[in-house]
């Protein structure tokens, strides 16, 4: 025993029993009312500085770090007074049932404590639960009991024993509920002594203040421990959740909201003005609004009500905030008033949800329908116009046969430019629908391909040369020979689309095998000298309906199908799509196939309709 130790002995040996009690009464009203403070506190917002909502998790209130330390003492007192080496509490375990050791303890390590366990119908610690009786062990060496929770591993000897009652007391201090929390356990009378009943009388006296006390600690801790899962759980919210307190500073901040709001992680947020955080006009009269709201319900009921009779839809609350990137992203913006329990304001709680997507697909479907409805038009009015011409000519007296035959030609292409219109809107809805494309793979020769595509494209423009550069000067790749060529006539065709004239050349290359394509790759590119595409229209080629908005590529008429579809038969090959261009000056668009299939078994047995195009 270390000389420290064995003066405190001495020193609590020299007391009397009866001052030791009442300096552990004290102590424990001081606690009980440290508890009630501390338990007023918990329904405060969280703000303990550190920046996040994360932060307050790791970090305990100073409240709780007192009350352990308060607790600690308790055990450590009560060991003294009757003399035990360890001193321990264990508490029933409202989930499982059974009596569990809970930290601190007195002469016990934490691992210890936590390892410590026992069913309540089982055990001595059972036994004194169950009875709501102290009792003394007085050899736990050879005690059945003792042994049912393995008290001889935690080198326990003997031990007195006390119930943990809590009891509640009517107006005249009458008991009228008592139930057992638990057991105090003190192990080992020291100097080799063993327990006595008036150890038991001490301790007794002691747990009936301590009990209630215990009992209000663990609530505590439970209260807690529910405040930590919320936090965590608000913490990790996708969306982003922003606390605004009475004084208009920001009580809480979730990871999310940190994000949005492009927050530094080193920035402290918590406990200032949301305005000046946040860094957002928009926003902030958003917010600014709905504060007001929460403060004076009964204007924003009137406005509301005023509203609703002149039929005046309030618009949804929603912000846009731009990345370092340049990409906007919209969030709706919903707000609540947040009370206490005597429901009293104590903040207004804000929820940034994600509506990017959503505007996006309401942007496309707008875009679509007008776009469609365009694309459609087109071709009607010449075959329309065409059609009547010739029904007007009824006795063939104004054209000649050359010129009614020129006709029947252009209605025939408007007719084929209808029909390829409508069977992209259905491979894209096939695509969509997640059918899949059924290939019909076979060894296909890719030079063959390109040049059945630059004969039918060739009669298109007079103002274009197309060519072909291979390398080798033919070869070829297991792919479906109609799927290929629709890829090649897309991209054709965008390259005399949007350029006004000049070469057209499609690149063909057969390459080595390496990591990715073990059997070779075949890299193909359509290249030409037109408009281009700027960087940040590159990055969006081949999404639904993409369309420039360079006011030269809108000049052309076109539904932003094209190189969707094109991507998405490009993947049936496992393969990879890509653009080169520069805004004025031109574009390649590169494609890359697997010389062989890797998994063909599995595909051949899709259903195929996207060749049709
Ligand atoms: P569409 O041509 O019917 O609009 P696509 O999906 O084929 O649809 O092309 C999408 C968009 O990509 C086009 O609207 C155009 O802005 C751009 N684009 C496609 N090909 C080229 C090209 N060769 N040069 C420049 N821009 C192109």
Redesign the pocket.
Known sequence: MNKDRQKKDERFQSMSYEDEISHLKQEIERLRSELSEARGRTVEPASNGSGGASAEAADLPGSFAEYDIALKRLVQRTAMIVQAEKCVIMVRDKETGDLQARSPAWGMTDEQVFGYRIPVENGFSGEVFRASQSQILVNAIHDRRAAEENLQAYGVRNSVTVPLLVEKHDENNRVVEQSTIGVLHCFNKRFGGEFVDEDVRLLERLARNAAAVISNAIMYQEVMEEKQKLVQTLESLASGLILVNQKGNIAQINASARKMFHLDASANPVDKPYAEILQHEACSQIMRRAIDDCLNPEAAAKRLEQELHDGVQRPVEEITIVNEDEDAFIYQVLSAGVRDAASNLIGTVFIFNDITAIRHVERMKTEFVSIVSHELRTPLTPIKGFVRTLLDDENEEWYAREDRREFYIIIEQQVDRLNRLISDLLNVARIERGAGIEMNWQQVNIRNAANSVIETQEARSDKHTLTIDFEPDTFEAESDPDIIQNILH?LVS??I??SEGGEVRIIGRLEEPAEEYPDGSVLMGVK?N????SEG?VKK?GEKF???S?KQ?RAVG???????LVKSLVAAHHGVMWVE?ELGKG?T?WFRLPAKQPKQAEENTENKDVSAS
């Open positions: 897309n965008n390259a689309k949007y030409d037109g408009i281009g595409l229209d080629i993409f369309r420039s360079n590529a076109g539904t932003g199908l094209g190189l969707f261009s574009s668009f």
